[in-house]
């Protein structure tokens, strides 16, 4: 009993903190199962906190992703999430570097500012990648158009985000429990050279926990993949 309770304590402080969409208990665990458009699992990940900082009108924190496909040779893979709350706004930047910086067997505890840098130059990346979330906004609120570039095997990635809307608030239900989630949808369109791809995203955010369901659809509708948020472990 007293373990129950002190796992949901454990969990209500991870969600409550500032009404921030992600999670600011440092050593946090969000598990995450990826699927493909016929609903299979193709690979899992595990998110930990990391770096978390509060500060009087400020909140931060980095997600660590290892991201482990199933059935493929060299199938780890790695990214970071910056997260900050501030005035009223989550912003979160994928840290695009670190992927890369990490494949090639770089030590991780030397990946600072000046290397994320130099690597952005490296690779030539151009534009905006992050994203804001708005507690108060309503159903039908427009989230401003947003693209970037950069080189990764030795390809030019463009990718551009547009029609991102606010769609309200909905209970979603998963492993990992029920929440009440922030719902968005916005367009991605990825070029790689004369080959584009554009996929409708759908994606629900919680609150002191960041995300927690994404589905993606092609441009006829039909189904192109699916995330779900199936454990949190402390």
């Given at each position: 009993?007293?373990?129950?309770?002190?796992?949901?304590?454990?969990?209500?402080?991870?969600?409550?903190?500032?009404?921030?969409?992600f999670?600011s208990?440092n050593?946090?665990?969000?598990?995450?199962?990826?699927?493909?458009?016929?609903?299979?699992?193709?690979?899992?990940?595990?998110v930990?906190?990391?770096?978390?900082?509060?500060?009087?009108?400020k909140l931060?924190?980095?997600?660590?992703a290892?991201?482990?496909?199933?059935?493929?040779?060299?199938?780890?893979?790695?990214?970071?999430?910056?997260?900050v709350?501030e005035?009223?706004?989550?912003?979160?930047?994928?840290?695009?570097?670190?992927?890369?910086?990490?494949?090639?067997?770089?030590d991780?505890?030397?990946?600072?500012k000046?290397?994320?840098?130099?690597?952005?130059?490296?690779?030539k990346?151009?534009?905006?990648?992050?994203?804001?979330?708005?507690?108060?906004?309503?159903?039908?609120?427009?989230?401003?158009?947003?693209?970037?570039?950069?080189?990764?095997?030795?390809?030019?990635?463009?990718?551009?985000?547009?029609?991102?809307t606010?769609m309200?608030n909905?209970?979603?239900?998963?492993?990992?429990?029920?929440?009440?989630?922030?719902?968005?949808?916005?367009?991605?369109?990825?070029?790689?050279l004369?080959?584009?791809?554009?996929?409708?995203?759908?994606?629900?955010?919680?609150?002191?926990?960041?995300?927690?369901?994404s589905?993606s659809?092609?441009?006829?509708?039909?189904?192109?993949?699916?995330t779900?948020?199936?454990?949190?472990?402390?």
């Amino acid at each position: 009993m007293r373990k129950t309770v002190f796992l949901i304590a454990t969990l209500f402080s991870c969600f409550v903190a500032h009404a921030q969409y992600f999670c600011s208990n440092n050593g946090t665990e969000l598990h995450y199962v990826n699927y493909d458009e016929a609903g299979q699992s193709i690979s899992e990940t595990t998110v930990t906190v990391q770096n978390a900082v509060e500060e009087e009108v400020k909140l931060s924190a980095q997600y660590y992703a290892k991201i482990v496909t199933n059935k493929s040779k060299n199938n780890t893979s790695y990214t970071l999430y910056d997260w900050v709350y501030e005035g009223g706004n989550t912003v979160c930047t994928e840290d695009l570097m670190y992927g890369p910086y990490i494949d090639s067997d770089s030590d991780p505890k030397k990946y600072d500012k000046n290397v994320r840098e130099s690597m952005r130059e490296e690779r030539k990346f151009k534009g905006d990648n992050s994203f804001a979330l708005r507690r108060d906004a309503k159903a039908g609120e427009v989230m401003p158009d947003r693209s970037y570039s950069l080189v990764l095997n030795m390809l030019k990635n463009d990718v551009s985000i547009t029609g991102a809307t606010y769609m309200g608030n909905e209970q979603i239900g998963t492993r990992a429990g029920k929440f009440s989630c922030l719902k968005i949808s916005y367009l991605k369109r990825t070029k790689i050279l004369l080959k584009s791809e554009t996929l409708r995203i759908v994606e629900w955010y919680a609150e002191g926990i960041g995300l927690v369901k994404s589905e993606s659809f092609n441009t006829k509708g039909e189904p192109a993949g699916k995330t779900l948020l199936v454990k949190i472990v402390k």
